[in-house]
T-cell receptor
């Protein structure tokens, strides 16, 4: 079963607006990562946040993590047409004994110029 | 660095044929992952290796699927015999260690007729 579920499934905004995507997961985690996938391409890592962190920034990206609610959000500020892509969260699982990440279903973001 | 290299990029085959997908991870990375991506099921982890040893193959759908990693710089995913439902994009990814950032290859788009 999916560990992470993104919300919304699809999002369409105007260039310059902010985009917020959410990820909910089921079991306790060590780390949560966000990835971007452009159409027809592989996934590209954006940011990793550890379970003891609450917020992280990278350029125009801001990620928050609420372990009590088992959720994370990715905020892209001042969006650009080049941000059009699918965004996935990936979570590992505490006590799994392995280091595999389970990817969510993704949010398809479209930024209109 | 060249990144993760996958071959072929596209493969079209007929049902019943053997298919072999190849992956060269980033030099120095100890973990290698094979994923399958479809519209219906999203991104699924099939198997992952650590130091060339298969650690978790619980995602391999059937005995028709097999994966090997004979050395640190090469891995194969084989499907024998192939079926139309195997049509998907197959990604290989590598990381320095299990919990670290994963670097994805461009994928192999497999079509089984």
């Amino acid at each position: 079963s999916q560990q992470g579920e993104e919300d919304p499934q699809a999002l369409s905004i105007q260039e310059g607006e902010n985009a917020t995507m959410n990820c909910s997961y089921k079991t306790s985690i060590n780390n949560l990562q966000w990835y971007r996938q452009n159409s027809g391409r592989g996934l590209v890592h954006l940011i990793l946040i550890r379970s003891n962190e609450r917020e992280k920034h990278s350029g125009r990206l801001r990620v928050t993590l609420d372990t009590s609610k088992k959720s994370s959000s990715l905020l892209i500020t001042a969006s650009r047409a080049a941000d059009t892509a699918s965004y996935f969260c990936a979570t590992d699982a505490v006590g799994s004994g392995t280091y595999k990440y389970i990817f969510g279903t993704g949010t398809r973001l479209k930024v209109l110029a | 660095d060249a990144g993760v290299i996958q071959s072929p990029r596209h493969e079209v085959t007929e049902m019943g044929q053997e298919v072999t997908l190849r992956c060269k991870p980033i030099s120095g990375h100890n973990s290698l992952f094979w994923y399958r991506q479809t519209m219906m099921r999203g991104l699924e982890l099939l198997i992952y290796f650590n130091n060339n040893v298969p650690i978790d193959d619980s995602g391999m759908p059937e005995d028709r699927f097999s994966a090997k990693m004979p050395n640190a710089s090469f891995s194969t995913l084989k499907i024998q015999p192939s079926e139309p439902r195997d049509s998907a994009v197959y990604f290989c990814a590598s990381s320095r260690t299990g919990p670290d950032t994963q670097y994805f290859g461009p994928g192999t788009r497999l079509t089984v007729l």
